[in-house]
């Protein structure tokens, strides 16, 4: 009994390890320079993510802001991600992202889905998602790094 006790329990380790590294491998898509994005690499942080277009006014100027926002949490447990509206892909969302001067990671495809994020018809519009991938912010119009820094700060201490 005390073998197959054994045999089981290593099954079982095996087992969780495996489903511990796919989870971790677990595509999210790319980036504008078309490197992958894993589901482990955003797992346990709190995101902001940034629906944006090239022709929204304060969606330009709300860029500086978030790129601000990306380098202040950049070590802390925040990730600043950006999805175009209009849906661009590959080349398309490279040249959009770089002639708009973004710095933080633009996601091709679209998060909604995996975060149950509601289609807004307003841009520019900003989710705050927790750590546990839940939503915690929908936040209509243009928003500056301070603004947001409050925000997340109150949302984090209400964790």
Do not use: H
Not at 10 to 18: D, E, L, Q, T, W
Not at 23 to 40: H, I, L, P
Not at 90 to 101: C, D, F, I, M, V
Not at 120 to 131: A, F, G, K, M, W
């Amino acid at each position: 009994m005390g073998a197959q006790l054994q045999v089981v329990i290593r099954s079982v380790i095996g087992i969780c390890a495996c489903l511990i590294l796919a989870g971790c491998g677990e595509d999210v898509g790319v980036d504008q320079s078309g490197r992958k994005v894993t589901a482990g690499s955003l797992e346990g942080q709190w995101l902001v993510i940034n629906y944006w277009a090239e022709w929204c006014a304060p969606c330009r100027t709300e860029i500086p802001e978030l790129n601000a926002l990306a380098k202040q949490f950049k070590e802390r447990s925040v990730t600043v991600l950006g999805v175009n509206f209009d849906g661009l892909q590959g080349e398309e969302l490279r040249k959009a992202s770089q002639a708009l001067g973004i710095e933080f990671t633009v996601l091709e495809q679209d998060p909604a889905a995996r975060y149950e994020l509601p289609r807004s018809e307003v841009l520019p519009v900003t989710y705050i998602i927790d750590s546990q991938g839940q939503v915690r912010e929908r936040l209509l119009g243009e928003q500056t790094a301070a603004g947001l820094t409050a925000r997340l700060k109150t949302l984090q201490a209400g964790e």
